[in-house]
């Protein structure tokens, strides 16, 4: 309550916690390495949706590889900043991080041809539908092919309560220039 009271008047802890209310408090992992990192993206919802969500709830994404995970974002990123007006150059900087989650209570969508519109390479339609009916018949989340790295796997969590532990493991920078012209990691500089 008095979070709720002190969020009327300081829009900063908005933006720091998220909008609380769109996560049931028992599906939150209190106690695991990392719980922010697990309700981030249930708290924090992108309004404009993603593969499996049309802007009204969040899902985690997760990939098999740092390498999967890397080629996921780069698209989705150069996607966004092209309808950046005026960003012409500049270093972006993102976290890898490693996730532990139990499988139990997901579908397996990697049987599903890549042929059918749930893996649509810019149409949404099909997998924010699929994404609904998902949550809407109690699936913890869906494991599939990755659209963006064939033949590497990924997760979609409607909940954070299967993560046990989602931890930072790197620093990863992409260069935008009028698109992203590099992706690399980044590592200790030497003295």
């Given at each position: ?38 309700t981030?993206?249930?708290?924090h ?35 966004y ?53 998902l ?31 989602i931890?930072?493991?790197a620093?990863y920078e ?11 990691a ?6």
């Open positions: 309550m008095l979070y709720q009271l002190q969020a009327l008047t300081n829009p900063r802890l908005h933006n720091e916690t998220g909008r609380l209310e769109l996560i049931p408090r028992d599906e939150i992992p209190f106690g695991i390495p990392g719980c922010s990192y697990a981030a993206p249930f708290t919802v992108n309004p404009s949706g993603s593969r499996f969500s049309d802007g009204s709830y969040g899902v985690l994404y997760l990939a098999d590889s740092m390498e999967t995970a890397l080629a996921e974002v780069r698209h989705h990123q150069e996607l900043w092209s309808g950046v007006v005026g960003l012409n150059f500049e270093r972006f900087v993102f976290r890898g991080l490693s996730c532990q989650f139990d499988e139990a209570g997901l579908l397996d969508a990697t049987t599903v041809a890549l042929t059918d519109p749930i893996y649509d390479p810019n149409d949404y339609s099909a997998a924010r539908q699929f994404g609904r009916q949550r809407q018949d109690g699936f913890a989340g869906l494991r599939y092919r990755s659209v963006r790295k064939p033949g590497q796997h990924c997760w979609a969590l409607m909940t954070p309560r299967n993560v046990l532990s931890v930072q493991t620093h992409m260069i935008w220039n009028a698109g992203i012209t590099s992706v690399s980044i590592g200790e500089v030497s003295p």
